[in-house]
């Protein structure tokens, strides 16, 4: 079982189609397919890591001192997650909730 963030409890805000069918409160089980965790571990961590590194790697063949290419690294990573962040709207497009009852 998988719990985000290492929590016990996380709330999250998830559309279906009929929701009276859920009570307010009511523990639920929320999954997602293996390819849209396979996109979200690609978007969370493969690409972050190759732009740190291509970063870091770019600066340094170019011959610029070791913390700068570490900041150049650093600061492309930021980027990539400020632009992430501004397209959250689409990006969470791909991702759907498959959500059912939570049986003890």
Same mark, same amino acid.
């Given at each position: ?33 293996? %390819?849209? /965790? ?5 978007? %969370? ?8 590194? %291509?970063?870091?790697?770019?600066? *340094? ?11 150049? /690294? ?12 501004? *397209? ?17």
């Amino acid at each position: 079982m998988c719990n985000p963030s290492e929590m016990k409890e996380k709330i999250f805000e998830v559309r279906v189609s009929d929701a009276s069918v859920y009570k307010v409160g009511e523990h639920i089980k929320l999954s997602i397919t293996e %390819g849209q /965790g396979m996109m979200a571990v690609f978007l %969370g961590y493969v690409i972050p890591i190759f732009t740190l590194l %291509g970063g870091f790697i770019t600066a *340094t063949v170019l011959e610029v001192n070791e913390p700068l290419s570490a900041l150049s /690294g650093v600061s492309l990573t930021g980027l990539y997650f400020f632009i992430l962040y501004l *397209t959250r709207n689409k990006t969470s497009k791909r991702f759907s909730f498959l959500v059912s009852r939570y049986e003890n």
